[in-house]
């Protein structure tokens, strides 16, 4: 019979071996079949130990920015605190004494009303590092200044100002005296300064500056001056140093108050030297008289035309030894470049100036027309208005400066008064009269367009 045969499969003894180690499972339910596997555990996770450096570092930072977040906070609270503004209603000048600290500088702007907290003061003073630059002085404080704008005026120094005016023409001891009589100077002068080593002129200052510091600058103002001027001088001057020019401004300056004129009163002297003739100037016979003092309170007197004295140029040849007055930039300059004439003579005219001459006969029509002026001026002067020197003492009547003549010599700086002819009037040519203007401290006489015209009363 034909059937399917049997095939038996035999397996090697290593694969029954294979078969004896693998265990038997046994037979699920059906409920265990569908049954999921649980999921492996995580590995475990390695912890970072703690107190390293970067734990360190992030506590540092975050505390720098926490700290940087306070500053940037309160430097705002504060900038909104000092720059609000202040207490005060006016405006008010306050002294700040030298040597005086942050803390009594906060004191003394509590005190005066012009802040409210002195410590928030001292506080911003430091922050804004100004606290070593507040300086002493006067300084005024405009209403309603904060604490900012108050330590920025004492910081950039915005001192109150004050001047004073030294007109041309003065002698250092009037100079001196004139320093003394300001209140706000304070402090000596530790001597009279050589006559005509001042320049005359407006000089500021702040309160607390010593009269001595003006003298200084005053000194030093002279000599740059006098420095630059000598160097820009015309060649074929008869005048060789920068002292001769100095004395011979000196002598300008006390003839004439006119800065139209100064250049032509140089002249003069100039061609007077050149032609060796005496200057006959008479503010240096006042000098000559009186020194420093400047003014000699009359006309000047025939005899002391003729006394002999280191200054008198009527009677020493050229130039006097020293300058007789403080002579501004102006004279200098007229002095440096005079104008170029052959003028020899100037008297008074009347109206504040000079008539100059070539010639003696052209200098005596203009002495006449001056005699004439004289007389017409004397019957409306009265008697008592001046001092007048005995006629027996041979008083000289003033206005004829220059002239060659003895009978005609006397003030040139007569038209800032006139009396009647033989007649010494209660003022001469020196500055310093009560009828002076350029006594009058308001002047402004930095420039000479500012220079007030000396006219007849």
Known sequence: MFGRKKHTLISSPEAHQEEAQQPRLAPKSPSEAIKPMAAPPPPPRLRRRRGGPLSILSGVLTLFVALAIAAVFGFGMLEREVTTDGPLQNDKVVVIPHNTGTGEIADILKREGVIEQPLLFEVYALVSRQRGQLK???FQFKAGTSISEAIDTLAQGKAILHS??????LTSEQIVA????????????????????????TYKFERGTTRQQIINSMQAAQRQALTQIWQRR??????????????????????????????????VFINRLMKRMKLQSDPTIVYGLVGGKGTLGRGILRSEIEAATP?????????????????????????ANPSRTKDLYFVADGSGGHAFAETYEQHQRNVARWRQIEKARAAETPDDV??????SEGAVPPG????????????????????????????????????DPLKNKSYDLNSPKNVPVLSDP
């Open 311 to 335: 200054y008198n140029t009527y009677v020493i040849e050229g130039l006097p030894p020293g300058p007789i007055a403080n002579p501004g930039r102006a004279a200098l300059e007229a002095v």
């Open 386 to 391: 001046d001092r007048v020197e005995p006629e």
């Open 178 to 201: 004139r320093l003394y009589e300001n209140e706000i100077l304070s402090g000596d002068i530790m001597e009279t300064p050589r006559e005509g080593t001042l320049l005359p002129d």
């Open 234 to 267: 015309s060649s074929d001057l008869p005048i060789k140093t920068p002292q001769e020019m100095l004395i011979l401004a000196s002598i300008v300056e006390k003839e004439t108050g006119r800065a139209d004129e100064r250049t032509r009163v140089a002249g």
């Open 400 to 435: 004829t400066s220059g002239s060659l003549n003895q009978e005609l010599r006397g003030s040139t700086n007569v038209a800032r008064g006139t009396l009647p002819a033989g007649r010494a009037r209660g003022f001469d040519a020196s500055e310093g009269t009560d009828k």
């Open 164 to 169: 004073v005016t030294i007109p041309e023409g």
């Open 136 to 138: 002493a002085g006067e």
